[in-house]
Each structure stands twice: as structure tokens, then as C-alpha cells.
């Protein structure tokens, strides 16, 4: 015999569905929607993206879309949205779905603090606003790529920051964060055995120590990724792993290299406690 509490736990391991709906990319309302979501890790989420519903056709489109899910599911679908034309969020707003609508929640109280209408015009978070803090960020990611593990360093001059550390510790995809989302100039320089065993910075670094961050990362995590690049090479063989986090951690400690533990943290937070713990003043990124 089937019990109430029996009915729930299974209730609860059915996806809900949810959808990011938005009039351009749909990362605003991706961003935000996940990270309220990430609340309630004990349920399971099955998400659909809705993005550029720019036009009436769209937006009974994507309602049609949202209302055929609701009927075939055992949950109302959340509606996660960020549409400011008040005609397409009427209709989405009709749909058979729980509504959490950004722009209702935060535009109006803006308005009335502010003491001023706000422009209601699509597109202005993710568009090219503004040309000039859009190139910004376009260079700092070609100087992210130019300047990647330790490709080229006649351009280290120009950087804001200098990621170092061993092979496969984050350096790279942090370099391309920094630069998309902050607009800073980021190279990196992959620490090698050789170098590490020397128990100082290469030649070609010291110059630039006020620009030197490090990643650090433990042996076992190393490991995992490295068997995932090279499986069963002494590469990245635990044994391998481990002598040089032990290498890299004394080489920090003798610089005094400002560094970050990676193991176990995104590449947001990453690339933000960069900026954090080196004061980096940079750029606005809208």
C-alpha cells in the first residue's frame, strides 16, 4: 500500500519544467533564474530556453510552447522571464505557468525610487549599448588568446593580470572569463617541472611580479583532469600530480605569490576573488 509520504518523495523526483524566456540571448533571465533555483537542490528541474520572443508571433508561440509542457507534466511550469514589452509579457503571463517576471519585480521599484519612467526599450543588457565598452572586452579576450599558456609574452607588459600555475589547474578558461565578462587583459604561463624544481620564477616572469596571481589545485583533483587529457600517462599519474602541487605550493610560498585554492571553485568565483584580492580596477562591463 502506497502512503502520502511515499507519494510526495516520488512527486518531488519528477522534473519540474522551467523556462528562461526572454526578448534577446536570455542570459539575464538564465543567471538569475539558476541561481534562485540552486535553492532547492533536493528537486529536479527540466529547463527549456526561449530566447529572442521579439515579436507578437513569438510570444504566442512560445506560449503555446510553455502551455503543451503544462499539459503533459505533473507540475505548472515556472516562467522565468525578462521580456519588457508589455504586449508580449501579457501573453506569456496567460499561459498556464507560475510567473516570475524580472523586470515586474525590479523595474517599477527602480521607477519609483529614481522618480523617473525607464526607457522600456528591448535588448539594452546584452546589446551593444555602448560601443566602446563592447570592444573591450572583444580585444581582452584576442589578448586572453594571443597570450595563452605561455604561447607569447612580448605582450605581458599589457596585462592587468598574469595567471600562473601547473598544467590544467583553470588557467585558461579563467584568462577567457576574466576577459569576456570583466574586459581585463589576462595571460597565463604554465608552470613546468623544470621551472618548479629551480625553486624560483622563470627570468621571463620576474619583471612582471606585481601581475602574478597563482592557481593552486590538489593532486587528486590534477589527477582526475589530467586522466581525462592524457588517461593512464605518466602525466597524469597521481605520483606526478602530487610532486608538483607540492613544487608549485613551495615555489608560491617562496615568491609570496598571491594565489587561490581552484580545486573546488567555479571559474566565476575564480575570476572574481582575482579581482577581489588583487584590486584590480576594471572596466565597466555594460
Known amino acids: 500500500m502506497t502512503n502520502a509520504s511515499d507519494n510526495i518523495v516520488s512527486n518531488m523526483d519528477i522534473p519540474r519544467p522551467v523556462f528562461f524566456v526572454s526578448d534577446r540571448t536570455g542570459i539575464t533571465a538564465e543567471s538569475l533564474g539558476h541561481a534562485l533555483l540552486t535553492q532547492f537542490s533536493s528537486m529536479n528541474f527540466e529547463h527549456h530556453s526561449l530566447p529572442f520572443i521579439n515579436s507578437e508571433e513569438k510570444a504566442i508561440s512560445a506560449a503555446d510552447t510553455i502551455n503543451q509542457i503544462a499539459q503533459t507534466s505533473q507540475h505548472q511550469p515556472l516562467v522565468f522571464s525578462t521580456i519588457i514589452n508589455d504586449v508580449y509579457r501579457k501573453i506569456i503571463g496567460n499561459t498556464n505557468s507560475h510567473l516570475i517576471d524580472f523586470f515586474d519585480a525590479f523595474i517599477n521599484p527602480l521607477e519609483i525610487e529614481l522618480c523617473t519612467k525607464s526607457s522600456h526599450a528591448e535588448g539594452l543588457s546584452h546589446g551593444i549599448s555602448n560601443e566602446r565598452v563592447y570592444m573591450t572586452r572583444m580585444d581582452a579576450v584576442n589578448y586572453a588568446l594571443k ?12 596585462a592587468d593580470v598574469i595567471l600562473i600555475g601547473v598544467s590544467r589547474s583553470g588557467k585558461t578558461p579563467t584568462c577567457l572569463y576574466l576577459a569576456m565578462q570583466f574586459g581585463l587583459r589576462a595571460a597565463n604561463y604554465p608552470l613546468t617541472e623544470f621551472d618548479m624544481t629551480k625553486g624560483n620564477l622563470p627570468k621571463i616572469l620576474q619583471p612582471y611580479r606585481n601581475k602574478l596571481f597563482g592557481l593552486m589545485i590538489n593532486a587528486e583533483r590534477l589527477h582526475a583532469i589530467r586522466e581525462i587529457r592524457r588517461p593512464d600517462s605518466e ?52
Do not use: W
Not at 597570450?147 to 599589457?158: C, L, P, Q, R, W
Not at 602525466?235 to 615555489?251: G, P
Not at 580545486?263 to 572596466?283: C, D, F, G
Open 235 to 286: 602525466y597524469s599519474s597521481l605520483v606526478q600530480c602530487q610532486k608538483e602541487t607540492r613544487l608549485i605550493n613551495s615555489l608560491f610560498d617562496v615568491e609570496n605569490i598571491r594565489r587561490i585554492d581552484s580545486s573546488h571553485i567555479s571559474v566565476e568565483e575564480i575570476a572574481t576573488s582575482i579581482i577581489q584580492l588583487m584590486k584590480i580596477n576594471r572596466p565597466p562591463i555594460y
Open 147 to 158: 597570450n595563452d599558456d605561455g604561447i607569447s609574452t612580448k605582450e605581458y607588459k599589457d
